[in-house]
């Protein structure tokens, strides 16, 4: 099993090298197909941060880096919300490649993120598909982590503890599951009706399939953020 493991996590390591090999400029990885090719997005995308930060724990752990070192900016044009803190806090403050520029960057989205935090500590995504009904956004739990780790290291320890706490305590449901997603008033930060639930990736497992909330509240639950 232990074998079977590092050759899995070696295999993984070498994709992660060679995210950015063959790609066109300015597009980064977002999920691959069936047969291994990479579906891409913008450098406003989640995913361009979290597969920059992906690239670099790879050369941490001695895997060479094929292709162009990503290093995604996230455009002043593009409405911020909490998924451009992968950016930040994986591309720009963890990436020891980025250097200044990349803490420049993470200090960047951390500020913009400051400024459009809502009463009570949410941050709630507002742009184009993900946009609520009228007179509300809607936060998610998917990137409460990030964004509470660039808001603390930025702004302050409280702001971010603010925000993980408004969180995960507001998307709990009484049974103690998570919403992945709910709309909040932005004029008072109160949570309104919950969104529908996206599902997990399918798991060999009895019994419902996980919801993606959950799995994202107990990741963000741990005390640690990588």
Avoid: K, N
Avoid at 5 to 25: K, N
Avoid at 64 to 89: C, E, I, K, Q
């Amino acid at each position: 099993m232990a074998r079977d493991l590092d050759e899995a996590l070696v295999l993984l390591l070498g994709r992660c090298a060679g995210a950015g090999d063959g790609l066109p400029e300015g597009r980064y990885p977002v999920w691959a197909d069936d047969r291994g090719r990479w579906q891409t997005g913008g450098p406003d995308h989640w995913a361009a941060g979290f597969a920059t930060g992906a690239q670099a724990l790879a050369e941490v752990c001695g895997v060479p880096v094929r292709g162009p070192a990503l290093r995604p900016v996230v455009p002043d044009d593009v409405d911020v919300s909490s998924f451009h803190a992968y950016t930040g806090w994986y591309a720009g403050h963890l990436d020891a490649r980025a250097g200044e520029s990349g803490r420049g960057e993470a200090a960047r989205i951390a500020a913009r993120l400051e400024a459009a935090l809502l009463p009570g500590g949410a941050l709630a995504v507002t742009e184009h598909d993900l946009r609520g009904p009228a007179g509300h956004a809607v936060a998610y739990v998917d990137a409460v982590g990030p964004a509470a780790a660039l808001l603390a290291a930025y702004v302050g320890p409280e702001v971010g503890a603010r925000h993980a706490r408004w969180t995960l305590t507001t998307l709990q449901r009484s049974d103690g599951s998570i919403l992945q997603a709910a709309r909040v008033d932005p004029a008072t930060g109160r949570r309104g009706r919950s969104t529908p639930p996206r599902r997990a990736s399918p798991l060999p497992r009895d019994g419902p399939e996980p919801r993606r909330g959950d799995c994202w509240g107990l990741r963000w639950h741990r005390p640690a953020v990588w």
